[in-house]
């Protein structure tokens, strides 16, 4: 890790350029390489582009009493949205978790229900081959999977306003998932997190763990 001796003219220097991150760590500039996450944002931008283009024509083809029966799911939604909106927020968490047992459901669950917060999580770290692992006492049913983020920073853990980036959906009586961050360089600090979701793409609120660093 390279530090720079600062002069009477350069005091400071923070920020990104050329693939280096600039930072104060311990009353020193130091410097660290940029992360190269491997699932850009930009690819999931794109992806989910693509899913919302996919859901609008599934919708118009559905029957009348296939889009009753959302319009129906819709109203008892503690949050307002149409029927057409439900059917879009549903069937996009299955098809952007990119999971083969996930796929558009064409009929609405009859009730909404939110799935219960994954608890007991575990986080271990192999330093021979940089291979995060997250771990999970619950949920253990087949029916549910868990869906991983990950947040990394150079260094630093920005507790305000971390990017968030997915791992991968699973199914829950697994009860692992694993990162590889070999493409980050030590010192990278990771924050994780973990939700619960259905067939039907309903969603538990996000359980988040506490940061891990790259050796």
């Known amino acids: 890790m390279p530090k720079i ?8 220097i923070q920020g990104r350029w050329a693939g280096t991150t600039f930072q104060n760590w311990k009353g020193a500039i130091v410097t660290r390489a940029t992360p190269n996450p491997r699932q850009s944002q930009a690819r999931r931008h794109a992806l989910y582009k693509g899913v919302t ?33 439900a059917f879009l927020s549903r069937n996009a968490v299955c098809l952007m978790a990119e999971h083969a047992s996930l796929d558009i459901r064409f009929n609405a669950p009859p009730t909404p229900t939110t799935p219960s917060t994954p608890l007991g999580i575990l986080i271990g770290y192999c330093s021979g081959n940089a291979i995060f692992t997250l771990s999970w006492a619950s ?43 070999s493409d980050f360089p030590a010192g990278t600090v990771f924050r994780f997190r973990l939700r619960t979701l259905d067939i039907h793409g309903q969603v538990s609120t996000w359980s988040e763990t506490n940061s891990k660093t790259r050796a």
């Open 5 to 12: 001796t600062p002069s009477a003219l350069i005091t400071n």
């Open 53 to 85: 283009s996919t859901l609008a024509g599934c919708y118009g083809n559905l029957t009348n009493a296939q889009k009753t029966s959302w319009i129906c799911y819709a109203a008892q939604l503690s949050t307002q949205m149409t029927g057409f909106n």
């Open 139 to 181: 949920p253990l049913d087949i029916c549910y999977y868990l869906q991983g983020a990950h947040a990394p920073q150079a260094g630093y853990s920005n507790l305000n306003s971390p990017s968030w980036r997915m791992i991968s959906t699973i199914r829950a009586d697994i009860q692992t998932m694993s990162l590889d961050a």
